[in-house]
């Protein structure tokens, strides 16, 4: 896996301009703040993303991947000052469960999303390099 900074970039604070990466790819579809039989047990916007990072490596898993092989994550939240706000929590949340890993991200407030109690929704991609 490299990560790709052009020269001369300030170098960004927890995500990467780009990764490159051979490998099987594993795709996570949207994870949100629910365990794995669909039940919510906060509303709290920090708590969400704990167990949605926790769903997708547990998905990941499934497939032999981990948390250092994601290359791109999608972050859909509801209220992008909600997520500022909870900036110190989220990263908390992120080191417990993906550590010091990271890929090439994005985070767009979204209108709404499907389930009504969830407050963010993370895609995943991650390449798992062949053996």
């Given amino acids: ?6 020269p001369g970039w300030v170098r960004p ?10 490998g099987r790819m594993v795709c996570v579809s949207g994870m949100i703040g629910w365990d794995g039989q669909g039940v919510f047990h906060t509303d709290d916007f920090a708590g969400q993303v704990r167990q949605a990072l926790q ?3 547990e ?4 497939a032999g991947a981990k948390p250092e092989h994601i290359v791109r994550m ?4 509801l209220d992008k000052k909600e997520y500022v706000g909870a900036y110190k929590e989220v990263g908390a949340a992120y080191r417990d469960i993906i550590g010091k890993h ?11 999303l499907v389930e009504d109690r969830a407050r963010v929704e993370i895609e995943v991609t991650a390449v798992v390099p062949m053996a």
């Fill in 1 to 6: 896996m490299e990560f790709l900074q052009p």
């Fill in 55 to 57: 769903n997708a490596v």
């Fill in 59 to 62: 998905v990941l898993a499934e």
């Fill in 102 to 112: 990271f890929p090439a991200m994005t985070a767009v407030q979204v209108a709404g």
């Fill in 13 to 22: 604070r927890g995500y990467s301009n780009g990764v490159a990466a051979s």
């Fill in 74 to 77: 999608t972050w859909y939240v």
